[in-house]
Nanobody
């Protein structure tokens, strides 16, 4: 069973930075597609950033140029560097994993594994 655990959330002022981490444990194998999601009260879950087995990344328009997703330790640690934070970034942030489809960068649709979430609050 694959388990994911987020950390690094907290409260910051607008314009500040945070770095979220997601540790992947349990039985794992190379080639997972990873992602960060966020959800604020009363709002739908939003895909923030993804990275596939080819280390190609995608970002929501709302975070482009401010957030950066990356991996270390062969994909066992996932990061989300968040700079120039805005109040609208306030949410619970989740890391998630899904299996890759092939070696051309395609991932399966289902986000199979999820972390517990970490709270990010941006306010003055």
């Amino acid at each position: 069973q694959v388990q994911l655990g987020e950390s690094g959330g907290g409260s910051v002022q607008p314009g500040g930075s945070l770095r979220l981490s997601c540790v992947v444990s349990g039985y794992t194998y190379s080639g997972y597609c990873m992602g960060w999601f966020r959800q604020a009260p009363g709002k739908e879950r939003e895909e923030v950033a993804t990275i596939n087995n080819l280390h190609e990344t995608t970002y929501a328009d709302s975070v482009k140029g401010r957030f950066s997703i990356s991996e270390e330790n062969g994909g066992d640690i996932l990061y989300l560097q968040m700079n120039s934070l805005k109040p609208e970034d306030t949410a619970i942030y989740y890391c998630a994993a899904r299996e890759f489809y092939d070696y051309t960068g395609h991932c399966l649709d289902d986000w199979k594994y999820w972390g517990q979430g970490t709270q990010v609050t941006v306010s003055s």
